[in-house]
């Protein structure tokens, strides 16, 4: 069964579709969106490997040619050598303006080909079709894409909608357990920031649905990207409420900085851990009930996932360099620390002017 989750935003709408198999329909489900049949695929090694075949076939069975762009798998893609790479090939491969672009792969992908397709000649259309979960819960809605630089992650970049979203549950059978994991992180933020039923449900269905079952996966893709979609058709270049989809994030980029963006912690995992200390931190400030904090670490261990500092291989800098670290966050307005914080599970909310002091500490105890 194919789920559909509209997102209404006027003359960017598009639509997400979820469910299994999308990839051998995808000739059938892009055919629409083309003025003639070509489409460019840009994907990493890993993905081409698995996948690309597979998506090829499908798209010629409706006499779509394609052509691919196969980049390194990882988030040191994400930056300014491969999205040059990345739009140089679709200039050369003589992409017009009325043309389609097809992102196939995870976040990294999502959000480079994204920014190459805003860009190019002014913005191209394009469609996602993730791989990850991270990716078909999180990165592929919304329209925010982007690359990292020296001074941080995802600083350059634009909004720019895809005009249509294939989540294909099947093409999460190949992914790792740890990148599944990782994906996994942001579905549990999606139940700490704004349902807490959802929530309730992951603590019952989560270790299943890690272990493989399609049917969880699809009902867990769809419960975020309609959480999504709400989100962004109501604050599409957050302004306001799209900020609670940050929650855990100002730990997370800075932790992320601190490992340098490495394999000793993936993004979902900084989600994970940072919502844990969000949480934590909305204990101590007297906002949300004692036992919440508990119940979040206790699902990220039950699940087999890092739950605290101290599940990260490696030194990590002190509590102040990591306060220093959350400084440089995007969020941080006239200098004053802003955090996703949560008067209980699925009730969260943007603060301002967090104690710098209270941070600290509550690092320091993180470390103990
Ligand atoms: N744009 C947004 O709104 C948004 C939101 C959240 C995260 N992000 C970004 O997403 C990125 C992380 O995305 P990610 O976790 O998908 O990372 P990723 O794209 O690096 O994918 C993780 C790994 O899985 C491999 N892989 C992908 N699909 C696979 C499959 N089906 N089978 C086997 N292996 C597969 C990839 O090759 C890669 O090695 C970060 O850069 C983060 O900043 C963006």
Redo the contacts with the bound molecule.
Sequence with gaps: MIDVVPVALGARSYEVRIGCGLTDRAGAEIAPLLSRPRVAVVT????AA??LERLRDALLAQGIAMQALVLP???A??GWAQLAACVEWLLDAKVERRDVVVAF???????LV?FAAAILRRGVRFVQI??????QV?????????I?TGQG??LV?AFHQPSLMLADIA??????RR?LL??YG?VVKYGLLGDAAFFDWLEINGPALADGDRSLRQQAVRRCVQMKAGIVERDETEEGERAL?NLGHTFCHALEKATGYSDRL???EG?AVGCGLAFELSQRLGLCPQEDPGRVRAHLLAMGMKSGLRDIAGDLPDAATLLALMGQDKKVIDGRLRFVLARGIGQAFVAEDVPPALVQTLLEDAFT
């Design positions: 990493d090694e890993t993905v698995l996948h798998a990882g988030e893609t994400k792969g995870g976040g990294v992908i999502g959000d994204g993730p791989t990850t979960l991270l990716a999180d990165s592929s809605v919304g329209g925010k894409t982007g990292n992650k995802n970049g093409l999460l059978d190949t992914l790792p990148d990782s994906g942001e989809l993936l993004h979902g989600v």
